[in-house]
């Protein structure tokens, strides 16, 4: 069995900081892309930052300059550093990986989900 949990949600004032923590956990051979995505009310999940096990990242063009991800292969987590947040950054922020767990099996995992909200 495998999981993910996502941690370090919470309520910021805008041009404030968060830092999520996301960790897989379980039966686990290899894990490939690690990513965080966002859903905000009403709005279609999106992605918000992706970094490859050889440490290729990608941003959303809406978080650039502002938000980093970074990984711990050995400890199997995924962190993303959001600075200068606004308030169109709220949403639930979900973090995805894509876990071989052995030779016959691989797929993506989600986390439940961690509450990001900015607001004065």
């Known amino acids: 069995q495998v999981q993910v949990v996502e941690s370090g949600g919470g309520l910021v004032q805008p041009g404030g900081s968060l830092r999520l923590s996301c960790t897989a956990s379980?039966?686990?051979?290899?894990?490939?892309?690690m990513g965080w995505y966002r859903q905000a009310p009403g709005k279609q999940r999106e992605l918000v930052a992706a970094a490859t096990s050889d440490g290729f990242t990608n941003y959303a063009e809406s978080v650039k300059g502002r938000f980093t991800i970074s990984r711990d292969n050995a400890k199997k987590m995924v962190y993303l550093q959001m600075n200068s947040l606004k308030p169109e950054d709220t949403a639930v922020y979900y973090c995805k990986a894509d876990i071989q767990r052995d030779i016959a099996w691989r797929a993506d995992y989600w986390g439940q989900g961690t509450q990001v909200t900015v607001s004065s």
């Open positions: 379980g039966s686990i051979f290899r894990i490939y892309d």
